[in-house]
């Protein structure tokens, strides 16, 4: 069940699935990810702030470079990560973000190896089973896999064309209550579509936010509602030792 909690009196929402790894997700006050310079003050502060809660220091706060694609990497090393959506991590003396505003965050962890993942799962990554290809990086026990869908574009609010729900419908078995047509419009229900790649692997905790970018606009940004902008929620990992 996700609920809110804060960080330095910020809003971050969380999940009570995973208990044994800090794990968040960022709101429209605690957020660390724009390009909007008059905003760069208000995110070195909360990165500096989520720094200290999560006690780790701030060049070990790593993200990549996202694009929409499949590539998946280890973040235990290296700190640079160009053309990568994924990231998987094991060492507890790191963290890693990845940014979303519509896109759909997803988060990993295997508590028999105390090993996690971050995975943003647009239309394009989740076409591309982009979590299931985490899944099988990880080389994890699907039993061991306790997986968060966060805050995303919702059912209702994403309407797309043929070209899109194509290319998803091949991503799953069951396709059952995943597409809609509506008055000549074509919606499909990213969160589950994601949820679905998970379960047919064998995964069986999974817990879906039930906030929608789009609906929630005042807890979250969006990219399709807000004009494209800049501005970026965030999901969190930190591996505790």
Same mark, same amino acid.
């Given at each position: 069940?996700?609920? %809110? =909690?804060?960080? @330095?009196s910020k809003?971050i929402l969380?999940?009570?699935l995973i208990?044994?790894a800090?794990?968040?997700?960022?709101t429209?006050?605690?957020?660390? &990810?724009?390009?909007?310079e008059? +905003?760069f003050?208000t995110?070195?502060?909360?990165? &500096?702030?989520?720094?200290?809660?999560? &006690?780790?220091?701030e060049?070990? %706060?790593?993200?990549p470079?996202q694009?929409h694609?499949?590539?998946?990497?280890?973040?235990?090393?290296?700190?640079t990560f160009p053309d990568?959506?994924a990231l998987?991590i094991?060492n !507890?003396k790191?963290?890693?973000?990845? @940014?979303?505003?519509?896109?759909?965050?997803?988060i990993?962890y295997?508590i028999k190896?105390? &090993?996690?993942a971050?995975?943003?799962a647009?239309?394009?990554?989740s076409a591309?089973?982009?979590c299931?290809?985490?899944?099988?990086?990880m080389?994890s *026990?699907? =039993?061991d896999?306790f997986a968060?869908i966060?805050p995303?574009v919702? %059912?209702?609010?994403f309407?797309?064309?043929?070209?899109?729900i194509?290319a998803?419908?091949?991503?799953v078995?069951?396709?059952?209550?995943?597409?809609?047509e509506?008055n000549g419009?074509m919606?499909?229900?990213?969160?589950?579509?994601?949820?679905?790649?998970?379960?047919?692997?064998?995964?069986? *905790?999974?817990?879906?936010? !039930?906030?929608?970018t789009?609906?929630?606009n005042d807890?979250? %940004?969006?990219?399709? +509602?807000e004009n494209?902008?800049?501005?970026?929620?965030?999901?969190v990992?930190k591996?505790?030792?």
């Open positions: 069940m996700f609920y %809110f =909690d804060e960080i @330095n809003k969380k999940s009570t208990k044994n800090e794990v968040f997700f960022t429209k006050e605690s957020f660390i &990810k724009t390009k909007d008059s +905003l003050n995110v070195r502060k909360n990165k &500096k702030d989520i720094c200290s809660c999560l &006690k780790i220091k060049e070990d %706060f790593i993200s470079e694009t694609g499949k590539r998946v990497c280890s973040a235990d090393k290296t700190r990568t959506d998987i094991t !507890p790191r963290a890693v973000y990845l @940014n979303y505003a519509d896109c759909t965050p997803v990993l295997d190896n105390n &090993k996690g971050i995975i943003h647009g239309w394009r990554g591309a089973k982009i299931v290809e985490t899944l099988r990086i080389e *026990n699907p =039993d896999i968060l966060g995303c919702c %059912f209702e609010c309407e797309t064309g043929s070209e899109v194509n998803l419908e091949k991503t078995k069951n396709k059952d209550g995943l597409f809609r509506k419009r919606y499909a229900d990213l969160k589950n579509i994601n949820a679905r790649q998970l379960k047919e692997q064998g995964v069986k *905790n999974i817990d879906i936010c !039930p906030y929608c789009c609906c929630n807890l979250f %940004f969006s990219y399709r +509602l494209k902008t800049t501005n970026r929620i965030s999901a990992l591996i505790n030792p």
